[in-house]
């Protein structure tokens, strides 16, 4: 069966114009910003307006245990919105914006693939409606305006030394992970250490994605700690007076992005904070338009459940005050022949056993979310490998752990394929089952926190934090930081801190390296193995092929 | 006599949707792709399918030697735009886009002022369409593939202490023009000493501006010198293999913005290069298709005459084809004063003699323009101070300079106090006594290309080059560059360079402290005085009372 890849289905796409598909949602032309024809806004005015209509039902779309086989969740996402307005719903999807810098490193990725695609591709990989680059400036400045404070006299008596803002580049830019700055003499400043991030990573991504309209947007600004002083007292964004400034270079950048499926309904792509120091999620302000928009929402956080459900329930949720009506978890055949311990170029041959046994994986995630008090149903994302017993293999299993898994064919079919989910998940909403409660509370000390995730959600023995950690932890708490909750940044392979592991793990501990306290974004980030925050480029970069041919069209990007 | 302030007038504006602009130029809504509702790009396609039309008559507006009492070129431009549509006229106005960074040290500025205004003002002082964030990002892109190559083994024997492609960011901060790069050790690369430059700045900006379309785009910057070996042979763009991908970013950047004036005449706001290091003129692409759909093209160049017009007439129009019609140097009775030695503080009283004395300058320009075979108009942007027998002064010695004169009150009246300029400037423009050419041919040696500017334009003894400086010009011609134009870096304020030197001085030399070759861009760089590529930020930047009010306006950014 030879088909079509996901960049040629995304050129065939017959867009609507981008009105057509604010209408479905009742947003007029006057209140969509358009960029370009098929590319909007959704304006800041109009949001206030519809801040008293009652919400839709969200669904969150969440994973195993990444595997190299692949699990297509954003896929899923896609497919199961659409298959959602093709048994007569009113729904929307929202997803997170892609990181322009790696898209030059490896290929850009599609939102989705096969017949279930978010479009227009090329832009959503390039500059979009700019607001990555919105976030980059308004970073920026306050980067410039820290050193300038420290240049006209230091009055907040900033210990250079301990200047804890680093800068920002949407590029994969290795050269420009440890720097020195401000040489060249008296003009230039005081020389000082430093370094860049890439952009997704700027406490200023976590920020927009959290907050719920531009006055939080200003506050949390606000709240940023920049630096401390000789004293370790902390500096703020709001001491330096960059908040207002930051807050009218995002201005528009807060507005969410409406885009369309291949199917012309109606898709956000908003936000992209960083899974592992941040949360993972697109926007609050987009999932909260899209609910007062439409009766369903359909949305996903990166990573696993393990991760990306987890942050997704205990941070966004829990601030936003949103709750999700039912989890959909996809596995597919591939992913539990990997976790059962298949190699990769072994996956084409059936192998019933490998799958019963990667179930586990499966069964944990299940019971994961389960214990946030929402319904999960599973679903098996079709590869055209499967067979009929593997397929059964999986759905016996997740019978057996108290929920249902549906065949999705979505990739192939459209939502010809993803109708039978969308009706599963439609019955499990109406049943009216879900009572998501957060699975810690705010009161409860940091360093418990971090425990209650490392044993309830990843099974470890426990969460191992040294002395000088526990006092970190102890001393934000003393600060008035004790009611954030905790972001996890772990690999995503395993439920452990070693990416081999796959499968349903016990026996180990989670190692806490290092702990931050993004106190703007709101939360404590527990860092437990490498987070890479500047990423590099490969020897042969995709840059190095990617061009414009003689239609205009880009090549190589893909 | 109170008036309101230009964001005032702008804010009241009555703004018609960006599409009614456009189809006063004969570009259909399909070929115009909206940015929000005030802004929008005019499509690639469209501008391949008008390339056989005839050309429209390209107006230059120019000015005196800048003084602090303002002489107000782009508010005479846009002034001059509406007066044309006034009198019957199609006219379009062509002028450059503001850089953010600078914006958050001193307050931003407004395109022209009073009732000569181009609108929306916020958005033009912001992101506007994201041009320079696409510039900053191919720019960025370059450097790390860069630093990449090197990593990976520099197969092309990069010398690291001869990169001289410096990375750019849109923002004044004076930290990053002097760093150290790659510390940390081995997988950040080898350190090597690089520094930040504003956007504006960079190569790229002023490629884009200058490339007819998107194939001489890529050819330009492949054609970026980025480094030299250690035995000083260049490394190009095209060597890294960037120069492809970068078209990519800039493909929309390249689309010209077309905007709107007060009074609802089509506006091309699109590019904008630093006016020493570069030439300091509005995108190439945005002319020409303005003169394609537009009868008469008003359009400006950066600092006074001497430099800007100079640039304009030698690097742009040589390179692009155009040939203006006529040019208009705009002058003040209080610039005037003020080049015959008086005070600003004493600008308010009436001082015919110092007029007569401070007009040797505007006459020297007058000369310098008509040397290129342009006719002359000179504008007397009127200032309510002004007396008649002030601005008579100005009349009659414009009249003995064997040009006219013209008093034009824009600034109060809109195009009703413009319709007097536009209807001599179609007057000297019908006569067809126009025969443009630039002052030197592309055969002249480099150094006698700096020597004829200095003495022709500038009216020195003689440019002074050091040897040194002649064998690198000498070098860049063996290299096959002796054909490129020069773009002369010098105070805009004087003729000379010392700035305080105003009028019409002689008996001077002009020292060319340094030599750069922009290979892409396509112009060698004589550098006379100090330049400055990164601004750092004020004691008090204006960002600290940037903010949005109550009501969703930015305050404090003007």
């Not at 055949?333 to 799958?355: F, I, Q, S």
């Amino acid at each position: 069966m030879a088909h079509k890849s996901d960049i040629q289905i995304a050129r065939e796409a017959k867009k609507r114009p981008i009105q057509e598909i604010g209408e479905k949602l009742g947003i007029s032309s006057d209140d969509l910003l358009p960029y370009g024809h098929d590319k909007a806004k959704v304006s800041q005015s109009f949001i206030n307006s519809v801040q008293d209509r009652p919400d839709g039902k969200l669904i969150l779309v969440t994973a195993i245990n990444p595997t190299p086989a692949g699990e297509g969740k954003t896929t899923t996402t896609v497919g199961l919105g659409d298959g959602l307005n093709r048994i007569g719903k009113k729904a929307a999807v929202c997803i997170r914006e892609a990181s322009l810098g790696p898209n030059f490193g490896m290929k850009g990725g599609a939102a989705g693939g096969g017949y279930a695609q978010i479009v227009p591709m090329e832009e959503m990989n390039l500059h979009f409606t700019g607001d990555f680059h919105a976030i980059t400036s308004a970073h920026s400045l306050l980067s410039a305006m820290i050193d300038n404070h420290i240049y006209w006299g230091n009055e907040l008596e900033i210990d250079t030394r301990r200047v804890v803002w680093r800068r920002v580049v949407d590029m994969n830019d290795r050269a420009l992970r440890q720097i020195t700055t401000s040489l060249g003499g008296v003009a230039n400043g005081f020389p000082r250490e430093a370094g860049f991030d890439i952009t997704v990573a700027s406490e200023v991504m976590a920020i927009l994605c959290l907050a719920k309209n531009l006055t939080d947007l200003q506050e949390r600004l606000g709240n940023m700690i920049v630096a401390y002083r000789r004293d370790k007292s902390p500096v703020f964004a709001r001491d330096i007076k960059a908040d207002g400034a930051m807050t009218v270079l995002l201005k528009d950048a807060m507005q969410p992005n409406l885009v369309q499926t291949l199917e012309n309904n109606p898709a956000f792509v908003h936000g992209g904070p960083f899974a592992n120091i941040a949360h993972g999620c697109n926007s609050v302000i987009a999932t909260t338009t899209a609910l007062k928009l439409a009766d369903y929402v359909v949305t996903e956080a990166g990573f696993g459940a393990d991760l990306g459900a987890e942050k997704f329930m205990n941070i966004k949720c829990r601030k936003a005050g949103l709750a999700p009506s039912a989890v959909v978890v996809v596995a597919t055949v591939r992913a539990m022949k990997m976790n059962g311990g298949v190699a990769k170029a072994d996956l084409g041959a059936e192998n019933v056993d490998a799958v019963k046994s990667g179930c586990a994986n499966l069964g944990r995630h299940i019971e994961n979310v389960k214990s946030f008090g929402v319904p999960v149903v599973v679903a098996i994302n079709h590869f055209i490998t499967d067979t009929d017993a593997e397929v059964q293999a999986v759905k016996d299993y997740v019978a057996s752990q108290g929920a249902e898994a549906v065949l999705s064919r979505h990739w192939e079919l459209g939502s010809e394929g993803s109708a039978d989910l969308a009706t599963k998940v439609v019955e499990v909403i109406e049943k009216g089952e879900a009572a998501f409660a957060p699975i810690y509370p705010d009161e409860m000390s940091l360093a418990d926190k971090i425990n209650t995730i490392a044993t309830k959600i990843y099974r470890a023995d426990e969460a191992v934090m040294d002395g000088k950690i526990r006092a970190q932890l102890k001393e934000w708490e003393d600060q008035g930081y004790g009611n954030l909750p905790v972001c996890m940044a772990k690999t995503q392979y395993s439920f452990t801190t070693d990416p081999e592991r796959r499968g349903a793990p016990t026996g180990f501990d989670i190692p806490v390296r290092e702990v931050r306290l993004s106190a703007g974004a709101g939360f404590v980030v527990a860092i437990c193995g490498e987070i890479m925050t500047m990423p590099g480029l490969p020897r042969v970069p995709s840059a190095e092929s990617i061009r414009l041919n003689a239609d205009g069209d880009v090549e190589g990007l893909f």
